[in-house]
């Protein structure tokens, strides 16, 4: 079950689950996350409403994420479920989580004084330099990475000096490990906008300023991952006293419709994927 955020996902990955005697395995990078759980729209237990779910929490906030470590986690997860004769549900936006789980993807390895120099000019220059220069060595990658994401810009780069070929192509066919049936939900972009901009003043009415003071005292501003989720990074912005909370709240709003933008045309070169909404060109009823 994959798309944009705020279509709606999780609560029908939920309807699924309970209709097919299955289980959730999260797809969500920021859901990984122990706390972080207002500001990823994270299921409450009521609302799982009794459904196993699979990799959430599973990380501290100063973990560095890793796709290679989740891939791990997530095919475990599902040989798990698989194994009791259930169905595994995977849910979530992140569009290379889901490829790592589907796909064969072999990750390369690192070189530590690459990344260490990588990491060094990222602090030095800031996230969005390092993105242009990925996007003239490797359009597709900066497509799909969010140029404020400095840890995803900085591996792309390593892979690129490590291997001499573009980040990108080291994804494979779109051809599955597994016999999966892939769900993609969207909506028109006004629906959407007003969705997430709902979904956002709702954050920070629930307590999101707070969720971030809270883990802000258990290394938050050490994640290198944790720290740039959308929202976090405006809320820490804003307690750093650069920005007022109204200001956070609606830079929140506009980073997470660039970020939508950059899912659906994720997910959309994927031929694999039924969709469900805006532009289907099948229906539920079909799948």
């Not at 990222?122 to 969010?146: F, K, M, N, S, T």
């Not at 750093?240 to 660039?258: M, P, S």
């Amino acid at each position: 079950m994959v798309g944009p955020t705020a279509t709606g996902k999780s609560a029908l990955a939920v309807e699924l689950a309970l209709a097919l005697d299955g289980e959730v395995v999260n797809a969500d990078s920021m859901q990984l996350y122990a706390g972080m759980d207002i500001g990823t729209a994270k299921l409450t237990e009521d609302e799982r409403r009794g459904v196993p779910h699979h990799l959430l929490d599973l990380w501290p906030v100063t973990h560095a994420a890793s796709v290679a470590e989740y891939q791990q986690h997530a095919r475990a997860a599902v040989a798990d479920i698989t194994a009791r004769a259930k169905v595994a549900v995977v849910v979530g936006g992140s569009g290379l989580y889901v490829r790592a789980l589907l796909d064969p993807i072999e990750f390369p390895g690192t070189d530590q004084q690459v990344r260490a120099a990588l990491e060094a000019e990222l602090d030095e220059v800031g996230p969005h330099a390092l993105h242009h220069r990925l996007a003239v060595q490797d359009p597709a990658a900066a497509a799909a990475i969010l140029p404020g994401n400095g840890r995803r810009i900085v591996r792309a780069l390593e892979v690129i000096a490590l291997t001499g070929r573009p980040f990108s192509a080291g994804l494979p066919a779109y051809e599955s490990v597994y016999d999966a049936v892939q769900v993609g939900l969207d909506v028109e972009d006004e629906t959407l906008d007003a969705r997430v901009d709902a979904r956002v003043d709702e954050m920070f009415v629930n307590g999101l300023v707070d969720e971030v003071r809270r883990l802000e005292a258990h290394g938050l501003r050490d994640g290198r991952t944790a720290a740039r989720a959308l929202g976090y990074q405006q809320v820490l912005a804003m307690l750093d006293g650069t920005c007022t909370e109204a200001e956070a709240r609606e830079e929140t709003k506009r980073a997470t419709r660039r970020f939508v933008r950059r899912q659906r045309s994720w997910f959309r070169r994927d031929p694999r994927i039924h969709w469900v909404g805006r532009g289907a060109s099948r229906t539920a009823a079909h799948i």
